[in-house]
Structure formats: structure tokens, C-alpha cells
């Protein structure tokens, strides 16, 4: 049982540049989110999706598009780079919703030049 | 809305004294409340959580909290600290009514000194 995977761990970017980022959970979770830490911020909530399907918008959206094609798949998208998006992006996932305990992967460390 | 305050940035505790982290929260009804740890360059982990009943709620590691309505706060609380405690923690909140994502604070950084 791996729980919620993150690929890859690490990336470097080029301001412009596109990249997908993989989240993955084996629990048959409905629930997932999408985070970013920042120093002195805490987490940030960019988009969750509540099932199959199904996406919705966090606190920070902008610049950041989702899909949920799979139920065991959400994943994360940056279509033009930039260095304000620079952080470490975890997904985390609940059998129910919000109230449910979250199950976090081990994060993304995304560098934007 | 709903909103989530550490007022810790850090806090610092020899090993073997009891250890408290703060937080405190704002709901407009009945608050979910959670506890989460991270250790250095992993994800977060659960440690505890208040969803109703007993004001006291024990955790992981040790831990516990100990949900307070009228002074609206969550701390955390170790009997005695050991030096492995030393992590990030962060408080999350949701409100019971509605169907609005967890809040997180923004974490407060604990130091157990040996």
C-alpha cells in the first residue's frame, strides 16, 4: 500500500514553461487537493476535486489548472511558468471530504528561473 | 469565513519539559479541527483531530489537545518533550456546516533542546 505518490520529486523550469505534475493514491480515496508551501505561508489550497470528474478552485488557483480523469489520479498543471510559482506542491487525499483525515504525499520542489 | 492563527513562529523546549503550541481559530458555527506534523523534507502527517465530543482529544506520539469553544483555541500539548518531537506543526480548521475546504495556519516550528 504506497498511499499518495508524487512524480517527480524534484523539477527546474524555465519562466514560460509548461509541466505536469502526477499525484497518485491507492486508498480509493474520493477526495484530493492540491497545496503549496511557501515559507512564512503555511499550506495553500489551489484546486481539490471531490470524485471522479469533479474539479474545484482553492485559495490560489491562478496560473494552475487540474484533472481528475481517474479517481486515483489528480494532477496538476502549469501551463506557462513563472518564478512566483516556485514552491513545494504536495497532494494530499480523504475517503470523505474535508472533515476526513488528509493523507499527504511527499511533495514537489519546483524551481522557476 | 474561517481562519486559523499560530501566533508562534517558533518555539523552543529542553528535552524532558512539557511542550505547548498554540493555536486558535475562527468558525461561524461548530469547528473540525487538526493537528499535522512534518519532519524535515517529508509530507505533512496527522496526529490528531477534534470533531465532537470529549474536549480532550489524544494523538499520535503522545500528543494532545484540548479544544476550548469559548476562548476558541486548539493548543497542543506533550508531557515531556523529546529531542525526535522537533518538527513543523500545523493547525488546520473547517466549519462543520457548509462544504469548505481545511484552512491550515501557518505552522509553528518546535526545538526540543536536549
Known amino acids: 500500500n504506497a498511499g499518495v505518490t508524487q512524480t517527480p520529486k524534484f523539477r527546474v523550469l524555465k519562466t514560460g514553461q509548461s509541466m505536469t505534475l502526477l499525484c497518485a493514491q491507492d486508498?480509493?480515496?474520493?477526495?484530493m487537493y492540491w497545496y503549496r508551501q511557501d515559507p512564512g505561508m503555511g499550506l495553500r489550497l489551489i484546486h481539490y476535486?471531490?470524485?471522479?470528474?469533479?474539479?474545484a478552485k482553492g485559495e490560489v488557483p491562478d496560473g494552475y489548472n487540474v484533472s481528475r480523469l481517474k479517481k486515483q489520479n489528480f494532477l496538476l498543471g502549469l501551463e506557462s511558468a513563472a518564478p512566483s510559482q516556485t514552491s513545494v506542491y504536495f497532494c494530499?487525499?480523504?475517503?470523505?471530504?474535508?472533515?476526513?483525515?488528509?493523507?499527504f504525499g511527499p511533495g514537489t520542489r519546483l524551481t522557476v528561473l | 469565513a474561517q481562519s486559523v492563527a499560530q501566533p508562534e513562529d517558533q518555539v523552543n523546549v529542553a528535552e524532558g519539559n512539557p511542550l505547548t503550541v498554540k493555536c486558535t481559530y475562527s468558525?461561524?458555527?461548530?469547528?473540525?479541527l487538526f493537528w499535522y506534523v512534518q519532519y524535515p523534507n517529508r509530507g505533512l502527517q496527522f496526529l490528531l483531530k477534534?470533531?465532537?465530543?470529549?474536549?480532550l482529544v489524544k494523538g499520535s506520539y503522545g500528543f494532545e489537545a484540548e479544544f476550548n469553544k469559548s476562548q476558541t483555541s486548539f493548543h497542543l500539548k506533550k508531557p515531556s518533550a523529546l529531542v525526535s518531537d522537533s518538527a513543523l506543526y500545523f493547525c488546520?480548521?473547517?466549519?462543520?456546516?457548509?462544504?469548505?475546504?481545511?484552512?491550515f495556519g501557518k505552522g509553528t516550528r518546535l526545538s526540543v533542546i536536549a
Open positions: 476535486s471531490v470524485g471522479e470528474g469533479t474539479t
Open positions: 494530499a487525499s480523504s475517503y470523505l471530504g474535508p472533515g476526513d483525515t488528509q493523507y
Open positions: 477534534y470533531i465532537t465530543g470529549d474536549n
Open positions: 468558525v461561524s458555527g461548530n469547528p473540525y
Open positions: 486508498m480509493n480515496h474520493e477526495y
Open positions: 488546520a480548521v473547517r466549519d462543520v456546516a457548509g462544504n469548505t475546504p481545511l484552512v
